[in-house]
């Protein structure tokens, strides 16, 4: 056989090492291969990434907003030191905040999105959207709190004068030496954070930006119905009832007194005077239009607020067109009660001038109201389950909004602790109850309780999410809930037969497509403080002082007033999407399930939310 020669060399070297070992057998053995490195480890999936990522923003965030940590009662432990302090409110401290969005921008980015799936994908979009609006607006606008949505640090709803009374009350836990303490520490605290406002407050002066005249007079009445001595404060007396209440030993109410004189009231006192020296510089357009980059500004806090793209005109039209509806149907029900004449807004102001449902005007009466919402609720709680799937395990209860507050504060919810220690609260203005005759304030009270926002946000926070989406909030869809709350009530027929309270559920529907037009109006028309309340009248019918409120709220808190009606029009949207999608396999209660349990979120990844649920259901 011949060979090749690369055969030839081949076979000559096998044999050449075999001489050799066979000739010498004691040359070292030949070493083993150096052991291979271990494979480096897998990259993290790009769902872990984002669960790692979720629990530092949430500690980050705590760390920045100690109220965050009283408030969902996690101010203890590791954190225990959070409980005396409050927020830095200070330039340095936004600034410090700011920074802090941007970073968390950017590393939320490194997290590959197309990876995700399902309710990661959710997480993700839910807080790329937060994070994202809230960093444009910190690169475009300088004035006002973070983000845009709110231009003025001070206000008749802004500031930690108006904050603080509410969150000392009910927030801040009293159940030792230690509580008391930090209640002490926080009470001085309010004092440095007043004066913190007060520099930014000059800061923003000097831009341009001055709240209107409207809003300075409500801000200074507020404030000087809280400046009381201290044996009338409930900044003192929060704290001394609560301890006496839990036999702590120690003479709070000295203690809490000295504190209130010595830091509150002169910061408060030093609040009054900038805010007696703005009124020469006030003007009485009530619009963001007048502020620096101010058609901009609006548009980024309608867009934040609505967590859509709808532009101003369209929200306006969208306003018009759902008034054009519920007219229709309060005529119909007008008709039936004798109120014939005029347009819709004059026959609700003419059933405010006939008095009905209204309770006299003393705390008597006031306690009357509550007693009989509290049957409101226990009538909707007893049918719940034909509507929901899963309900809240954290109670509500219904709070009188304290007198010395009353005057600039809105009816509004607070939500439970994550422990459950502490209840949901529905704070209720009851300073006149001519203002608030009963046919409303049940539907006012399934908007606020339930099934609103109580078992919204109290399932959202029991439910199986990271911690971080646990306690996020988007005005879109939590407003939006409670609004569509209100229309399922309806739809469940507990209105049927009486069509006084169904006029008060279609008066509370109208307040908010007023808050469409009036909104815009304000902000993107120019319209004045009172042309805007005329057309709140015309649309819904409340008395002037109320209408005069809403107006002024929405002045100085541009966008939000458009979140309700906007995020209702998207559930209900939605909803039929599900049940075309889905026809004798589509249930209320599983729906509704899909939205609660999944958190608050953008109305766009609300759309993914239903998409998803649509998939699960047709497999």
């Known amino acids: 056989m011949i060979h090749s020669r690369r055969q030839i060399l081949t076979l000559a070297g096998a044999v050449a090492l075999t001489g050799c070992a066979t000739a010498d057998e004691n040359l070292p053995p030949i070493p083993p291969p150096p052991p291979q490195a271990p494979p480096p480890p897998k990259p993290p999936s790009a769902e872990s990434h984002l669960n790692k990522l979720m629990t ?58 197309k990876a995700l799936t399902g309710m990661a994908a959710v997480n993700y979009d839910s807080i790329l959207f937060d994070l994202q609006s809230t960093a444009d607006a ?85 404030m000087k119905g809280l400046r009381v001595p201290a044996a009338k404060s409930t900044l003192v007396s929060a704290l001394a009832e609560r301890a006496k209440a839990k036999g702590i030993d120690g003479d709070w109410t000295a203690r809490a007194s000295a504190a209130y004189e010595a830091k509150v009231l002169p910061a408060l006192d030093r609040q009054i005077a900038l805010m007696e020296e703005l009124r020469g510089k006030a003007k009485h357009d009530a619009g963001v239009w007048r502020l620096p980059d101010g058609e901009a500004y609006y548009a980024q806090s309608l867009a934040n607020a609505t967590t859509t793209r709808l532009s101003p005109a369209e929200v ?20 039936q009660l004798g109120f014939t004449r005029g347009g819709i807004g004059q026959r609700y102001q003419a059933l405010y001038r006939s008095k009905k449902g209204v309770y006299p005007n003393t705390d008597a009466g006031k306690a009357r109201i509550i007693a009989d919402l509290n049957k409101e609720v226990a009538r909707i709680r007893a049918r719940l389950p034909e509507q929901f799937g899963t309900l809240p395990k954290a109670d509500v209860e219904i709070r009188r909004i304290p ?36 046919w409303f304030l049940p539907t006012t009270t399934f908007h606020e ?9 109290a399932m959202q926070r029991e439910a199986d999410l990271p911690m971080l989406r646990r306690v996020q909030g988007f005005g879109a869809y939590a407003e939006g809930w409670a ?27 109208l307040l908010r497509s007023a808050r469409l037009v009036t909104d815009t109006g304000l902000h993107s028309l120019k319209w004045s403080r009172e042309k805007a309340i005329a057309e709140m009248r015309n649309i819904e019918g409340d008395p002037e002082p109320l209408a005069a409120q809403e107006i002024e709220r929405y002045s100085v808190w541009p966008g939000q007033a458009c979140s309700y009606m906007v995020g209702k029009l998207t559930i209900l949207r939605l909803r039929e999407k599900a049940r075309a999608a889905l026809g004798d396999r589509y249930d209320p209660r599983k729906f509704h399930d899909a939205i609660l349990l999944s958190g608050s979120m953008p109305l766009t990844a609300l759309e993914s939310v239903i998409d998803n649920y649509i998939a699960a259901t047709r497999a």
């Open 316 to 335: 306006h039209q969208m306003g018009v067109d759902v008034t054009r509806e519920l007219h229709a149907r309060a005529e119909v029900l007008f008709n």
């Open 483 to 509: 609004l569509y709350s209100e229309q399922v009530v309806q739809e469940m027929g507990l209105y049927q037969g009486e069509p006084l309270n169904e006029l008060g559920y279609i008066h509370d529907a």
């Open 56 to 113: 530092d923003f949430f500690n980050e965030n705590l760390r920045e907003s100690p109220e965050l940590a009283t408030s969902l009662g996690l101010d203890k432990g590791k954190l225990a030191d959070e409980a005396g302090k409050l927020s830095d409110a200070s330039i340095e401290g936004v600034d410090r905040r700011k920074k802090l969005n941007a970073d968390q921008l950017r590393r939320l980015k490194a997290v590959n999105r």
């Open 138 to 222: 910190d690169a475009r606008f300088v004035y006002g709190r973070q983000g845009a949505g709110a231009p003025y640090v001070l206000s008749q709803i802004t500031g930690v004068w108006q904050d603080a009374p509410d969150f000392m009350a009910t927030q801040h836990r009293i159940e030792s030496k230690e509580d008391c303490d930090a209640y002490l520490s926080r009470l001085e605290a309010i004092g440095r954070v007043m004066d913190q406002e007060i520099e930014r407050v000059r800061r923003d002066v000097g831009l341009g930006v001055v709240p209107p005249d409207f809003a300075i007079k409500g801000c200074l009445s507020g």
């Open 403 to 438: 007198a010395t507050t009353e005057q600039g504060a809105s009816t509004h919810y607070e939500a439970p602790s994550l422990d459950g220690s502490r209840p949901g609260i529905y704070w209720l203005n009851l300073r006149d109850t001519a203002e608030s005759p009963y």
């Open 449 to 457: 309780a339930i099934p609103g926002h109580h078992m919204q946000i």
